[in-house]
């Protein structure tokens, strides 16, 4: 049986280890091999969170970032998390906006593939019956995915619901999205047959996390369920909270007597280059982990764990996170069991860490989750399952009435968006931006910058040798001689 690939490295991988902070030049360094080694798909970063960690954090231009993936993968099919929305913890603005901004990275180049989440926030029922033709029309591949979680009410038979559902779609893929690393052999061996049959023959993938160091098993199990297609990674951006490591994975799957269609070879010099660039800039270098049955109690997937982390250590309260992982498991059961999965992941840390902070549960409530008990994303959405005291609680909050009022409020228009953000004289790569960061200013910070940070690769031995010699002052100059061709590199900072 032949094995195929998702490449996570860029988007998931960076996302679960390194808080989203992989920057163009780290990408570029090894785009265009990873484009030769035989990937079914490769994640890139360009969901909208993704844009903005770019010109805030990083200060780097994303569609700098969309430009250089197209034109180093041209080969491959570049995906990533999408929806109907452009920020996925805002309000969703109007479709044309949406077509605008997924139709300009289609046609850059730089997308392909469109990975959707059916079982949150209801967008099987509100979004995909208008957005998923609007994606045909560009031409992208239509993946599905159901999240998958652990509680009282998500059961098998869930689960084979959800996934005809998802077949009237029509989509080209289905998978399973274990944002948690929750799933275990036992389940899978009940789960998984549930989901290939209910798919009738659409391809089905998996999409695990290593959190509970369960994953790499998982995926093996799953190889002898029928399941061909799976999502890895490259170290250093594979294991830890991330995937699972695409060397170890199709190294067993190969001793287990399948065919792994990927080449380890060319992924060598990827592992290598990304782990100098991770030592280089100081970024954790993802490694196996040990079983951690807390993750089956709290059920925070790792990428938001490694952002609650970076945030709590830049508040100096680190010390801190265990009492928010608790708290989160207290207020995730009285919302009603949510999916742990963006958005609904981080609406139940933040208010867990805001409940912790204070020391006064509730005492000051996030508008998402007093909107959560309105019912306003969907079916799992302040129903039947949610603490009916909370939730009496929330909506008699006079905020409650203010976000009811917006709720009803008439559609902006596109235009009336234009002409905030500068009008029909702005391109529309700079209207997006603006939209995006909520104005100019940090796009200005972000200009003033410069151009984003090159990491050589070993095709440029001259660049990455005057890049060391100024690390040096005591050496004043370097001659490279070869035939009665010579290089003389001087030392300005000597």
Known sequence: MDVRFIDTTFRDGS?????ASIRIGMIDAVAAVMDRAGFEAVEVPLSGNHLKKLVRDLRENPWDMARMVARSMPNTVKGTMAGGYIMPFEAPPPRALIKLYWGHLAKLGALNRVQMTANVTDQSKRVFPWLIPIFRSMGLQIVLNLSYTVSPRHSDEYYAHKTRELVAFEPDIIYLKDQGGLLTVDRARTLLPVMVKNAN????????????????????????LGIQRLHTAVPPLANGSGQPSVFNV??????MGYTPHVDLALLGPVSARLTAIAKQDKLPIGVPLEYDHAQYIHQVPGGVISNLRHQLAGLRVLDR????????????KELGYPIMITPLSQFVVSQSAINVMTGER??????EVILFAQGVYGED???????QNLKDRLLGMRRAQELAAVQKS?????????????GPGVSDEEFLLRYIMKGDEEIRTMRAAGPHRQYFTSSMPLLSLIQELGKHKQVRYVRVQRGSDSVL??????
């Open 489 to 494: 590199v001087q030392n300005q900072s000597a």
């Open 250 to 255: 199709a190294g067993n799957a190969r001793l």
């Open 15 to 19: 996302q679960s280890l390194w808080a």
């Open 362 to 367: 509730y005492k000051h409530v996030i508008d």
């Open 381 to 387: 959405s302040g129903f039947t399952w949610m603490d």
């Open 410 to 422: 008439p559609d902006v228009s596109v235009q009336d968006i234009r002409e905030k953000f500068g």
């Open 201 to 224: 023959r659409v391809p089905v993938e998996l999409h695990s996390h290593c959190t509970t160091g369960l994953a790499p098993l998982v995926y093996l199990e799953a190889l002898k």
């Open 321 to 332: 996170l265990d009492e928010v992982l608790e708290e989160a498991v207290q207020v995730r």
